[in-house]
């Protein structure tokens, strides 16, 4: 347990539904961020919310949408999505967002997209 | 970035010490060196982080060549547990984020 949780933790959607992932942190942190772990490729930064404020977005298509309505919550919302963005899809927290801080991360959804 | 290099893949055998290599010879004087590991089916988690001197912590210690062109992550004595792949990464200062590269799959050997 890293005080991370993630839901759902396996989804399968059409490339029409709209569905929505949450990470929830339970440490007091006020960094959040989403990464995408595709097989065969590194984990790619999404995006980063620091303080609520979105401050990084790693040029990630508009299908893909984030939501940060606390320190404690993150959500990315799924719309129209493509059979390539199935992955691993994981979320983690920090306190603070600089090079000293280790971050924590959840167990990840697994998306399917058909 | 500055960039990192592992070995694709290692092997130990239980209850031995592993000595986990990483080079990173463009690093610059304020970069610090993380590493993290992945477990399967996991997400990552951190082990340890270090500047310039050598790190020790529950997990691990991590050995920082004089120049800081080269590190090695150091587990002292492998269990099964630590089975995974394990991530040297760069990281400057300031509000920096965490660049994944492939790491080093570590197997462990009953």
């Known amino acids: 347990e890293t005080g991370v949780t993630q839901t759902p933790r396996h989804l399968v959607m059409g490339m029409t539904n709209k569905k929505s992932l949450k990470c929830e942190q339970h440490l007091g942190h006020n960094a959040m961020y989403w990464y995408k772990q595709s097989a065969k490729k590194p984990l790619e930064l999404m995006f980063v919310?620091?303080?609520?404020?979105?401050?990084e977005n790693n040029s990630v298509p508009s299908r893909f949408s984030p939501e940060c309505p606390n320190s404690s919550h993150l959500f990315l919302h799924l719309h129209t999505l493509q059979p390539e963005d199935s992955a691993l899809y994981l979320c983690a927290s920090s306190q603070g967002w600089n090079s000293g801080n280790e971050q924590f991360f959840g167990p990840g959804t697994r998306l399917t997209v058909l | 970035d500055a960039k990192t290099t592992q070995p694709n893949s290692m092997e130990s055998n239980e209850e031995e010490p592993v000595h986990l290599p990483c080079n990173h010879s463009t690093i610059s004087g304020t970069d610090y060196i993380h590493w993290y590991r992945q477990l399967p089916s996991q997400g990552p988690e951190y082990v340890i982080h270090?500047?310039?001197s050598n790190v020790n912590n529950r997990m691990a210690s991590l050995a920082i060549a004089e120049d800081r062109k080269s590190s090695t992550l150091i587990l002292h004595r492998a269990t099964l547990r630590d089975a995974a792949v394990y991530y040297c990464?760069?990281?400057?200062?300031?509000?920096?984020?965490?660049?994944f590269g492939k790491g080093t799959r570590l197997s462990v050997i009953a």
């Open positions: 919310y620091n303080f609520k404020e979105q401050t």
């Open positions: 270090g500047l310039t």
């Open positions: 990464i760069l990281r400057g200062e300031g509000n920096t984020p965490l660049v």
